[in-house]
């Protein structure tokens, strides 16, 4: 009997520890060799990171956990979609300073952010929202923002004044989970990755700008070379291409404003507000050439509602609005671009102007 069972060890030893090194190595979660905790430290203590586009990463899972490792709350923060990657410390005149802008990001990340600044005790003295026009487009709502939940239903119930004790402790884990270690359903996506040689790794740097795309410690993104040096061309195909599909993203099936969307930015206005935050909304632009084919598309116009809508809510609350989604308020032009959507971090200080000032 021992020795069957010493030969099933013999046997099944070599097995897990193939297994075990492969979802080591591999990690493609980042649960073991690297974790979002340990990146975050990194850019706490200064770093930059790089490696992260090319492992496929989870940007909300090292959001949460980057707020989680701040020592202090920083006095500006920006949320928004990833077109507010490229605003950094430098415009704001301060090192204290977070990009917390999620890529797809939807009015339930917009409170998932703030619910993991609140209950970590970081929320900003200043916080700058970037409001796409298609946050308020429900058919295309998605759910990326289902990582941070918990958070986005405790900022929803907090600003209901409903928060119950079971929720009042949203938790999102981005920590080592040794589970993993010998699981096989991690085991069968790692091996999948093997043959690209994908896996998830990352490294630190003091520099500013890389080969590569590059996750500031401030939480802002420098692009990689490639898209630095995108022949405008190349924009104006893509753009072309777009408008040849009828496309404009994120802006398809929106026959009108999701009322309770828009409420929702406004209730986390008041919450901001009531918390002593000064709120500052954004309007990321769009190029000229997509502004001119969405002011001429009837299914398109819905975009210069929702500018007016924001501008009276702006008016209403009384805060400061920036920037418009007509680019011809910060003379951007096609070479201004990276691509349709994401202008140059060159230019992104001109598209952050005031258009209705604070009372």
Partial sequence: MIKKWLKAALFLLPLLIFIGMTNWHVDSYALLRVTYDDIAAQMAAGK??????????????????????????????ILGSSRVYTFDHTMFGTDSFYNAGLSEAT??????????????????????????????NKSHDNEKWKELESYA??????????????????????GRDWKKALSLD?????????????RFAVAYTDEWVTEGYLKHCDGSVSYQRQLREVDVEDVEALTKQSMEEHVVYRMTDYA????????????????????????????PPYSPV????????E??????????????????????????????????????????????????ADTYYPVIAAR
């Fill in 48 to 77: 930059h990171v790089e490696g992260l586009e090319d492992s496929d990463y989870n940007d909300r899972n090292l959001l949460a956990a980057r707020i989680k490792a701040m020592e202090e709350a920083p006095q500006v923060m």
């Fill in 107 to 136: 009015i339930y990340d917009l409170l998932a952010v703030t619910g993991i600044a609140a209950y970590e005790d970081k929320l900003p003295q200043t916080a700058v929202i970037g409001v796409d026009a298609f946050l308020f």
């Fill in 153 to 174: 239903n405790y900022m929803s119930l907090t600003m209901d004044g409903k928060l119950s004790p079971e929720m009042a402790h949203p938790h999102k884990e981005t």
């Fill in 186 to 198: 991690y085991f069968r996506y790692n091996v999948t990755l093997l043959p690209e040689k994908k």
């Fill in 256 to 283: 009108e404003i999701d009322e309770q969307h828009f409420k929702r930015l406004s209730w986390l206005i008041d919450y901001l507000q009531e918390a002593g935050v000064e709120v500052i909304l954004y309007l």
């Fill in 290 to 297: 997509m502004y001119n084919y969405i002011e001429s598309e």
């Fill in 299 to 348: 299914a398109f116009r819905i975009t210069l509602a929702v500018e007016e809508k924001v501008k009276n809510l702006a008016l209403e609350k009384g805060i400061a609005l920036y920037g418009s989604y007509d680019p011809a308020g910060c003379g951007l032009e096609m070479t201004d671009l990276y691509d349709v959507y994401h202008v140059k971090t060159e230019k992104t």
